[in-house]
């Protein structure tokens, strides 16, 4: 039998389009749906607008506002661990949102180990310290990329007018590009390995960390609900994680949030 091919694929199309709109049709909250969990928020009945934000999530509906009200609503419930998670993924979407940011550090004013958190210091020196904290990969890759161009066009117009004498500081500045790219490269690498960092969030209100994974291990640490930590490694139901002092304790799994 023969098969058309075109109408094969245009059915073949069509099935795929109804199949993708009927997967996401659920994805945006309708207006009813927004309508209600304002009203269970204006009757202070925060569970039930938790469960329902939860829902849009499950769905894949990820919005910085949804987290946002997420964190809100688990603070006002006093799950401070909860609220912290759901902000910090309002953040990862919207780094610069001043709103989301300024909640963020009230946030941290109530965790109980707030020493513990990175303090921003804002200095010049930073910027070139710990570029991570003010640096895209991407920004570091332009930086590098124009640099490489002028150091080529450098060395390009040096063997051009060499004769000439015009080029008498040409060692001392390629120098100083060499210095430039090799700091360059040297900082790209410290962008990307900090961004592979995992964070996640301590949920348990007062948790144990153990020098090994298991109960039997020596207790090294305690912590508390809301302290963001890096995620290290996993056996079982334990996690490896770190301070952001540098220690390294292994903890429950139900004590600590998913990754952000």
Known sequence: MKINWKKYLGCSFFIH????????????????????????????????????????????FKSKWIFYNLGLLHENMGNIGYAMFYL??????????????????????????????????????????????????????????????????YFLLFKVFSLSGIFKFYKPVLFIQVGLISFLLIQSIRVLQNNNQIEAIILGDVVELYEGADILSPKIQTVHAGLPVLFEDKIGDWIKIRLYNGQVGWLKKSQLSDTI
């Open 88 to 153: 910090k993924k309002a953040e990862k979407i919207a780094p610069d949102d001043a709103l989301i940011n300024k909640r963020n550090i009230i946030l941290q004013e109530k965790i109980k180990d707030k020493f513990m958190i990175p303090i921003e210091n804002n200095r010049f020196s930073d910027l070139f310290l710990k570029p991570w904290d003010y640096w895209s990969l991407k920004e570091v890759s332009i930086f590098l990329i124009i640099n490489l161009w002028i150091c080529c066009l």
């Open 17 to 60: 389009i109804f199949l993708i709109s009927s997967l996401f049709a659920n994805q945006i909250p309708s207006q009813n749906d927004i309508a209600e969990v304002n009203r269970l928020v204006e009757k202070k009945n925060f569970s039930e607008a938790i469960d329902i934000y939860s829902d849009w999530v499950a769905l894949g």
